[in-house]
T-cell receptor, first 111, second 111 residues
Framework: DAKTTQPTSMDCAEGRAANLPCNHS???????VYWYRQIHSQGPQYIIH???NNETNEMASLIITEDRKSSTLILPHATLRDTAVYYC????????????FGAGTRLTVKP | DAGVTQSPTHLIKTRGQQVTLRCSPK?????VSWYQQALGQGPQFIFQ???????QRGNFPDRFSGHQFPNYSSELNVNALWLGDSALYLC??????????FGPGTRLLVL
């Protein structure tokens, strides 16, 4: 079973920020939080990951709470092309063969 | 720099047949993982190959086997196909335990 809990679906208006929450209350100190997204029938695309600190790259920002039990992926200016299923995954820092994908959050960006 | 590539893109087989799927990792990557994604679900981990050996295996029967070649490319073999094997098969590569990058997938239909 996945170690994370995400809402089934969310909507966002084009041009607005999309904030996708993820709960991972059983996360261990040596586990990363990873985010991937999957656009219809394509392979999952890596977005961002973090351990403790907030992270930002050209695609998104990742905010991790101080107790590390939850996180939020932020797409600052959502476009129609950001419509996808977003997966939040917790995995060990020392190996990557324990990635368990749940059902993810289906984000729909509307014009 | 080519990303992860998979072949074929689509495949149709009948029950009882055998199938071989292929994956070429991203340049510089030495680890290949395979996932099965049924319609409407998240990817499920099948197994991972590193240094030409199966390092970790998910909850899949022995009908699923694999191989990794000296150039780090990999094959997934499925014997005695049944209807439930119809899915999108994803290959992901990484440099050791670092971030996995996914290929576009092979869609297998078993009739």
């Amino acid at each position: 079973d996945a170690k994370t809990t995400q809402p089934t679906s969310m909507d966002c208006a084009e041009g607005r920020a999309a904030n996708l929450p993820c709960n991972h209350s059983t996360i261990s100190g040596n586990e990363y939080v990873y985010w991937y997204r999957q656009i219809h029938s394509q392979g999952p695309q890596y977005i961002i990951h973090g351990l403790k600190n907030n992270e930002t790259n050209e695609m998104a920002s990742l905010i991790i709470t101080e107790d590390r039990k939850s996180s939020t992926l932020i797409l600052p200016h959502a476009t129609l092309r950001d419509t996808a299923v977003y997966y939040c995954i917790v995995r060990a820092s020392y190996n990557n063969n324990d990635m368990r994908f749940g059902a993810g959050t289906r984000l729909t960006v509307k014009p | 720099d080519a990303g992860v590539t998979q072949s074929p893109t689509h495949l149709i087989k009948t029950r009882g047949q055998q199938v071989t799927l292929r994956c070429s990792p991203k340049s510089g990557h030495d680890t290949v993982s395979w996932y099965q994604q049924a319609l409407g679900q998240g990817p499920q981990f099948i197994f991972q190959y590193y240094e030409e050996e199966e390092r970790q295996r998910g909850n899949f029967p022995d009908r699923f086997s694999g191989h990794q070649f000296p150039n780090y490319s990999s094959e997934l073999n499925v014997n005695a196909l049944w209807l439930g094997d119809s899915a999108l098969y994803l290959c992901a590569s990484s440099f050791g335990p670092e971030t996995q990058y996914f290929g576009p997938g092979t869609r297998l239909l078993v009739l």
